[in-house]
């Protein structure tokens, strides 16, 4: 399975990195979907601009 992280502190596309990852097996009243297709949100690109404090 392939991710795309963003590095913490990242306020830019360049903190972005697909990275491999085990593939996740579902548990007891869980299911595992196929993604074919994903794109950013406006809060996604708030997140990746620093235009969106966490809280926390």
């Keep these: 399975?392939?991710?795309?992280?963003l590095k913490?502190?990242?306020t830019d596309p360049d903190g972005?990195?697909?990275e491999n990852a085990p593939?996740?097996?579902p548990g007891a009243g869980e299911v595992r979907i196929?993604?074919?297709a994903v794109s950013l949100n406006y809060r996604d690109q708030l997140v990746l601009g620093?235009?969106?404090a966490r809280l926390g």
């Design 23 to 25: 593939m996740p097996e």
């Design 50 to 52: 620093g235009g969106f």
């Design 8 to 10: 913490a502190g990242s």
């Design 34 to 36: 196929r993604v074919r």
């Design 1 to 5: 399975m392939r991710r795309w992280i």
């Design 16 to 18: 972005l990195f697909l």
